[in-house]
Structures are given as C-alpha cells and as structure tokens.
C-alpha cells in the first residue's frame, strides 16, 4: 500500500534529467498574454528536467488572481516580477489546481510579498499537502547531490548501468544538469509546502470587480483534487495537470473516472486550454486523444477481467500501443516518456482503481520506508 511512492518521483526526475535537451535556465518561464489581463507562463520543452508547471495569472480590477503560483522559490519570484511588470495590482488569490509540488512549492514567495493573499485549493489538497503525500519533498535537500554523483560517474565510465556506450544526447544532458546543479540543489533547499487556506470541494467563484473567476472540481483526474480555473467569458481554461504534453501523466490515474472528467472539461466548450505542462490547445483534439486512450484502457481492463484473466495478467495485457505514436509521433525521447509517465503507472493504476483503496493515501504510517 503506497501513496505515490517516493521512487516514482525520482524515476521522473531522473529520466528526464537523463533524456532532455540544453536550456539555459531551468526554471525560466516563457510568459504571453492570452487575453487582456490574462497571463500565461509555460516552462518550454515540458519534459526537461527538473519537470515544472505552468503558472496562470489573472489582472481584476482588485487584485491579481494566479493559479499555480510556481514550483520552486525562484520560479514564483520571476512569476512575481511579471506580475509587478504588468500591473500595481497586489496579488488577492493564490490558487493550488492540485498538490504536486512542481506547482507550488515556491508560492510562499507570493505570501511572503502579499501576506494577505488567500491561499485556494480543494480540500482533498490541503488534507495531501498536510500529509504522507507530500513527504517526498524530504527527499529534495539531497537529490542533486545524489543524482550529481552518480552522473559525474557515469560520463566518468563512458558507459550506461547497462554497460551500453553512452550516447551523445545523454551524454549532453548528463552535462547539462551538472552545469546548473548548483542552480537546482538551491531551488531544491528552499521549497516550502503551503496548503490552501480556503477549501472547496465543488466550486468557487471569485469576483474581482468585473472580472469572474470560476474555480470547479471536475472529478478525479490526475488527483482526487484536481481543479481548474475557467474564465467563462475569455472561454480559457486552465486545468493543471488533468491535462499534459506531449505526453500525459499516469500515475493514480484511474482510467474511467479521468476520462468522466475529460468529458465534463471538454463540455465547458473552450477555446483556449492552458494545460498543467506543456503547450496551450486552442481546441479539443488533445483532450479526444485523452478520453480514447482512457477509455480503451478501460474497456481493455473490464474485458480481459470478464474473461476470467487475474489482476496481475490484466495489468500485462493492457494494449497501448495503438496511442504510442499518436503522442510521441516517433520520438525516441517523447517514447521513453510515455513508457515511465504514463503507461507503467496507468497500467497499475487501472487495476488499483477496482480494489476501492484510494488511489493515494493519506495516512503518514503507510508511506513509512518507501524510499
Ligand atoms: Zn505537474
């Protein structure tokens, strides 16, 4: 019995430290105005190490309204000075969308500027902000140094675990992160976890002058407390990470219920969709791709069952291979992705989802020992 465990957020950061190409900065945001007011920061190339969310902020008349405020210090500093570049405006609301802390573990940068700001989230995310699952922050002091070893060692030998040559493009990457390890080991030691304050558990609307802020839990998506932010009249939809490119997330996703929610997400009629990581949609294509790979993972799981086929031999034969180039298109590195993102864990998430255990726990004892 696991919450996320500890490891599979390391497998995420190492690979993509392994597999992503040269930026200057990692924690760099690209920021656009999608509509008056309506900002938007996408840290490009989405897989890159370290993996970071999108942050969203909105200008109303009395206040700025951001969702999902940054992922480390640094990044909600220079989600701050883009903010204070475009309005005097004092930040009102900080928005959680879910309680991975890639989204938010920087906020207290905003509060610490806008000490009245009101800290937002479902309350599924505060209880997981307050509890096991946020115990693998624990590990952050440490992991560049860990992971800073063991690549010093492996571009050392020439040669992968496997004993394979290294190629180039890990070669470079490996290098990459050593370059800005110590950036990264300094982002790593001042995160901080800050749980919402105010908790709904359907919707929220905040008004800011003439500005309408709609804040609803969909269902489960990617967490238990997945919101999104939809600014009915600009038709934009912000969703976290229910929704990620290129390639999804799979990690406690159960399969039927994230593809009920897509529905009720691609039901809002949008035209623009500002996903978790990753780039802007301007229409629902991406979200079809979704709900058909869920679906029939779904309907996979229900039929091997039907047939008498156990748990264990379900999970094996899980099909996806039909959705593999519809997301990557070929891509050697975006494969990798799909294969540890998404396919490893939504295969056992798809049999967790019947046994009527939470897809994440929240009771501290049961995460004891996972690292
Ligand atoms: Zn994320």
């Not at 040669?159 to 300094?186: C, F, K, W, Y």
């Not at 264990?312 to 298109?329: H, I």
Request: proline share 7%; no cysteine; charged share 25%.
């Amino acid at each position: 019995m696991t919450a996320i465990p500890l490891r599979s957020f390391w497998v995420m950061f190492l690979f993509a430290a392994l597999s992503s190409p040269i930026h200057a900065d990692p924690f760099e945001y690209a920021f656009r105005e999608l509509s008056p007011g309506i900002w938007v920061g996408i840290r490009e190339n989405s897989p890159r190490f370290p993996v970071m969310g999108t942050t969203t902020f909105v200008v109303g008349s009395e206040g700025v309204i951001v969702f999902d405020g940054g992922g480390t210090a640094l990044m909600s500093e220079r989600a701050l000075a883009k903010i204070r570049s475009v309005t005097d405006k004092p930040v009102t609301h900080v928005v959680i969308s879910h309680w991975h802390g890639d989204h938010n573990l920087g906020i207290y940068r905003l509060l610490d500027e806008f000490p009245h700001a009101q800290v937002i989230g479902h309350s599924f995310t505060r209880a997981a902000m307050l509890g096991a699952p946020m115990d693998y922050v624990r590990g952050y002091p440490d992991a560049v140094p860990r992971l800073e070893t063991r690549f010093r060692k492996l571009l050392d030998s020439g040669v992968t675990s496997g004993g394979e040559p290294i190629p180039d493009s890990m070669r470079d990457n490996l290098q990459t992160v050593l370059d800005h390890a110590e950036l990264i080991h300094s982002e790593y030691n001042r995160v901080r976890v800050t749980p919402p304050t105010i908790t709904f558990s359907d919707r929220l609307e905040i008004h800011s002058g003439d500005r309408v802020v709609e804040l609803r839990h969909l269902g489960h998506g990617n967490t238990a407390g997945d919101i999104v932010m939809w600014l009915p009249e600009e038709r934009i939809v912000a969703t976290g990470d229910l929704v990620v490119l290129p390639t999804p997330y799979g990690f406690n996703v159960p399969p039927r219920v994230w593809a009920e929610t897509l529905r009720e997400l691609k039901a809002l009629s949008f035209t623009t969709l500002i996903p978790g990581h990753g780039d802007i949609q301007t229409d629902s294509t991406y979200v079809d791709l979704l709900i058909e790979t869920a679906e029939s993972i779904a309907d996979q799981r229900d039929a091997f069952l039907a047939k008498g086929m156990s748990p264990e031999e379900t999970e094996a034969a899980l099909d996806f291979s039909p959705f593999v180039k519809k997301f990557t298109r070929g891509d050697d590195f975006l494969a990798n992705r799909f294969d540890v993102w998404f396919t490893q864990p939504f295969r056992k998430a798809a049999l967790k989802a019947l046994t009527g255990e939470p897809m994440v726990s929240l009771e501290r004892e049961q995460a004891e020992g996972e690292e």
